[in-house]
């Protein structure tokens, strides 16, 4: 699982792949607000995580995490 932080004002798109919707969902674990992208399978935070532990931690969740069909 990939990550990367991105500023606020990009919050529309994946940073690594630049995907928009519909390969992106805009989701929050734990407080953190962050999109995953389901083209590249990578999480765009819009701020640096509190710890390590927290990153960890939403990265473990979204490794299980089944997308719905949005067809």
């Known amino acids: 699982m990939r990550s990367v932080v991105l500023d606020e004002e990009k919050a529309n798109l994946c ?9 992106i969902e805009y989701k929050e674990i734990e407080g953190v607000h962050f999109i995953w992208c389901n ?19 939403i990265e473990n969740e979204i490794n299980f995490y089944k997308p719905t069909d949005k067809k």
């Open 15 to 23: 940073g690594i792949c630049g995907a928009k919707e519909p390969f």
């Open 39 to 57: 083209k590249c399978n990578t999480i765009t935070f819009f701020k640096q995580p509190q710890s390590l532990e927290k990153k960890q931690l």
